[in-house]
């Protein structure tokens, strides 16, 4: 066992894991997180570009004839039709703003009017029963013909790929469609924005408790597992994943911000110190695996850095394992089917992974299950208040499933590691990932 390790493991209660801090707080005035990325021109422009016009959150497109976050885009189809009117406790001109969005739900109302939002684009129910009869309907000729079925829905042109030659890393659409694409059953299928129930009972209000814990983990791993390598930084350039050994020691900058992410965790803090160590070096290789989903751009079948795109076929040349590559880009495809980019998502699945009550030389399986139980009952409780009571199922019992599938993939992963030349490694990398 590794000094750092050693030295770990003789401190005690929420200052465990300080003897990391050489790893945990280098690089800080270089980090950049997903949301910061500068794209170059030539670039698809990321979904990661746009912001709420209601509170300036993260908004993946265009809802209602405005560009919004989910949340808005969801509390505008609750409230927008509501005979009753609101009031503003205030002066009628509250900061609406991702921190204090639901403290003022009149001033919230009136700013997503203000900015384009229109309450006729909102579909009644018989207009949300002819959508969910034609809904059904493509279904039904999509899998008799075992084609995709193209959304009918305005393009959002900002979202299509860029036929651009030039840029040696980023692979076609068409690339994309190879062997390693899922089949139409293996992507997930979304509930069209018509049929998502328009009545404010059909999803839940999460707790303020909730709602601090949630922001609390989402901004953790902003910070820190969803932020990319310094722009510029040249361990981003293809020729540096060459060999097994150099993904390898590449990925030391992910294992740096999976244990910022875990100290600045309390529940982390307060498992022993043996369980600490267990439950993070069993985290390693799936965090890699979801950083490699939130990163992927399904479109051009690559990998987003700061610089510019990696083409997953990297994977495979350097591997030379063509199963492996195969299941890890259908993984990645499958699970940003449903995550698309939302953090909040990707937090509470890296939670989920960190406190795994099954992972190898785990003490205390109670207690970490009883972690991990809190945390799922938030994903949960998360779902149901963006998709409602009747849809959040879906949504949860799909995720579930590929945490599930993540510790297959990454199985198979650790047998190619054990292939590497432990003189290859640097010390951290060999230590947490049990190579010496």
Known sequence: ??????????ESGSESLDTFQDLGESDDCHDMSMDEHEHPRKRLKSKDDKLCGVCGDR???????????????????????????MKCLFRGNCIIDVRTRRFCPCCRLQ????IGMKENMILGE??????????????????????????????????????????ACSSSVMDSQSSNA???ADLF???????MPTDPTSYRQLTPEEHELLEEITIAYRETVGSSLPKNDPKQDESHFNTVSSWVNNSEFAVRRLIK?????????????????????SSVVNTLLLRSVAFYIVERDSWMTPNGEISTKVLKTTTRH?????????????????????????????????????AQNIRARDEMSNVQDKYLILLKHYLEHEYSFEFAKNYFVAILGKIYEIKKISDNHAKVLLQVDPAEIEPIMLEILNLK
């Open 1 to 10: 066992m590794s000094d750092d390790l050693q030295l770990m493991m003789s």
């Open 59 to 85: 908004a993946l497109g265009y809802n209602f004839n405005a560009i919004t976050c989910e949340s808005c885009k969801a509390f505008f189809r609750r409230n927008a039709l509501k005979k009753k009117k």
């Open 111 to 114: 700013k997503c009017l203000d």
């Open 126 to 167: 018989h207009e949300k029963r002819l959508r969910m009869a034609k809904v059904t309907e493509n279904r039904m000729k999509r899998e008799e013909r075992g084609k995709v079925m193209i959304k009918e829905e305005p393009l959002d042109y900002d979202m299509q790929p860029m036929a651009d030659s030039s840029n």
């Open 182 to 184: 899922p089949s139409p």
């Open 189 to 195: 299928e979304h509930i069209p924005e018509s049929m």
């Open 261 to 281: 992410f875990v100290k600045k965790m309390a529940d982390f803090c307060r498992i022993n110190q043996e369980d600490q160590i267990a439950s993070l070096k």
């Open 322 to 358: 063509g199963d492996l590559y195969d299941s890890h880009i259908k993984y990645c495809r499958s699970l940003k089917s449903i995550v698309n980019n939302n953090t909040k998502l990707f937090a509470l699945i890296q939670t989920l992974i960190i406190f795994n009550p099954d």
